[in-house]
């Protein structure tokens, strides 16, 4: 099913064109009615012998079910979190208190998402742990030769996303995990970004630890899921009663852990019916009118193929980013993370990617989604076009 023939989401109906899918998405309607049951009539604790536990227990095995479909792995080897930075934490700190090294090595790359980043660092500060930051190139890929040279007997996990959350960049995270594993160490994978986006597969990866955020993909906030492969151990972050292999203790939130699985069977679906092309195309239509009204001003920050079919990224010479969104009311978009909007700072992400001040101030990011058609491309080309002209 197309955007376009999706009935239109209650929650766009009043606002500007939404540009912003890499932020947050809006809860699909179908999403948010397979989780109100548990809300109401299905209450139970899942981990109850009685009748009252049955419905939920059941249902949360389920929903197991499809999160593991999504990135075709075994339902067992997912536990569900209450956010992506939780499990990027139970990933990072549970891998490097659990490896048995005095003084473990940990290594990552300098555009991840700060979930990662700031993770690292307070496992520097507070457990010793030694810490290398991957640099990126032009486009934000790290080289995997650079990877090998820095792999020692002490390292303990190696973290790279799979998509940017700013220009999308698809990571080569097959040949970086097949370089991690020749040297014994584990290797962890955000795929916030790109879960129902692109098809993920974790044997494929070889992967032993991917993270799936549920507000990226049509399900509420407060949700998310580490796969965990079979073998692999980790320190738990909350521990308790033992739930979840005894990774993530406490009583399962069924309610969400629903609405993530039918969020991932929806995507699953839309993966199979050739979703990505449509968003890809209308991608490419929104960068073709601006390049085209604005001869010689946009440049594209990221690769041109290796990215999110959803992500364009594009800085407009002679604006800023804010300035230029502040002109364009019509139109819901980033200027770069939203984990760093409020601020006219330099974006991370670009400035490690060597873009100089006035092109990272200038960039805009624009993220498509379930609900994007093509009249939203062409509202949000015009405004952008008039607001560039204006400024």
């Known amino acids: 099913m197309t955007g376009d023939e999706l009935a239109a989401h209650p929650g766009l109906l009043a606002g500007p064109v939404y540009l912003d899918y890499n932020a947050t998405t809006p809860v699909d309607p179908r999403v948010a009615a397979a989780m109100l049951p548990y809300l109401t009539d299905h209450f139970g604790n899942p981990s109850s012998s009685h009748p009252y536990g049955q ?11 499809q999160v593991a479909a999504l990135i075709e792995a075994p339902a067992e080897e997912i536990v569900f979190t209450g956010s992506g930075s939780e499990a990027n934490l139970l990933a990072l700190r549970g891998a490097v208190l659990a490896s048995g090294h005095p003084r473990p090595h940990v290594i990552t790359q300098v555009t991840e998402h700060p979930a990662v980043l700031e993770t690292a660092r307070a496992l520097e500060r507070l457990h010793g742990t030694r810490v290398t930051v991957l640099p990126v190139d032009s486009d934000g890929l790290v080289d995997p030769a650079m990877l090998g040279d820095v792999l020692n007997e002490d390292t303990a996990l190696v973290s790279v996303m799979a998509a940017n959350n700013e220009t999308g960049t698809l990571q080569p995270i097959a040949e970086l995990a097949a370089l991690t594993r020749q040297h014994g160490a584990l290797f962890h994978c955000d795929a916030a970004q790109a879960a129902g986006k692109i098809p993920l597969n974790a044997a494929e990866l070889d992967v032993d630890l ?23 151990q980790l320190e738990p972050v909350v521990y308790g009663g033992g739930q979840q292999r005894g990774l993530r203790a406490g009583t399962e939130n069924v309610a969400l852990a629903i ?23 209308l991608r490419d239509e929104l960068h073709r009118r601006l390049n085209e009204a604005l001869p010689g001003r946009v440049h594209l920050n990221g690769p041109e193929q290796r990215r999110l079919p959803n992500t364009l990224n594009v800085s407009i010479d002679g604006t800023l980013g804010p300035e230029l969104l502040a002109a364009a009311p019509g139109i819901a978009a980033s200027t770069g993370s939203a984990c760093h909007s409020g601020a006219h700072t330099l974006s991370p992400v670009l400035t490690a990617m060597g873009r100089d001040a006035s092109r990272a101030l200038g960039a805009l990011r ?3 989604g379930r609900w994007s058609t093509r009249e939203d491309i062409d509202t949000a080309a015009e405004a952008l076009i008039q607001a560039a002209a204006a400024l």
């Open 210 to 232: 991917l993270t799936v955020v549920g507000h990226k993909m049509y399900a509420p906030k407060g949700i998310a899921a580490l796969y965990v492969r079979d073998g692999v």
């Open 366 to 368: 624009l993220s498509l």
């Open 259 to 281: 609405a993530l699985g039918t969020a991932a069977e929806l995507s699953r679906r839309e993966l199979a019916d050739g979703t990505p092309d449509r968003m890809a195309a």
């Open 55 to 65: 419905t939920p227990r059941r249902a949360l095995a389920e929903a197991r079910v």
